[in-house]
């Protein structure tokens, strides 16, 4: 099964915190042979790595090990470039969605997981109000409804 992953998803596989279990489910259940990631996601990781530093809920070297970890993991990933495709799109999408609270970031996930809409059979995200856009956009992020 080929999946795509937002960064709020990808971090609970390095970093144990509310609902892990379920990302760590999805692979577990599901024979997952592509890991799709908006190129984004780098970025987005190590500021989520950095921000439980400064919230003190890591050490500066649990960061520095975690993103270690990512980078060895990199490989396994298809990374889907952030070319001016992507920002066309996630512009018109932040002027479709923009008022009910989509955001410059968000747009740029959801604009990445569109672009592999015919390819993908499954979108994983933990964030509740992109999970909205991306059903609004008829992808599929029920890991229940997903054929095994």
Do not use: C, P
């Not at 992953?5 to 489910?25: C, G, M, N, V």
């Not at 890991?35 to 921000?51: M, P, R």
């Not at 609270?101 to 592999?116: E, M, N, V």
């Amino acid at each position: 099964m080929k999946i795509f992953i937002d960064t709020s998803s990808l971090f609970k596989l390095y970093h144990r915190e509310a609902d892990t279990e379920i990302i760590e489910q999805i692979f577990s259940q599901l024979l997952v042979t592509e890991v799709y990631l908006s190129e984004i996601s780098k970025v987005e990781f190590a500021s989520s790595v950095w921000k439980k530093v400064r919230t003190r809920e890591i050490t500066a070297l649990e960061a520095t090990t975690t993103l270690q970890l990512f980078e060895n993991d990199s490989s396994k990933y298809t990374f889907i470039a952030t070319d001016s495709m992507i920002i066309e799109k996630a512009r018109k999408l932040t002027i479709k969605y923009g008022l009910k609270g989509l955001r410059t970031l968000d747009s740029i996930q959801l604009s990445s997981a569109i672009s592999l809409s015919k390819e993908i059979e499954l979108f994983v995200t933990s964030d509740n109000l992109l999970k909205s856009f991306l059903n609004q956009e008829g992808l599929q992020t029920d890991l229940l409804t997903v054929k095994k």
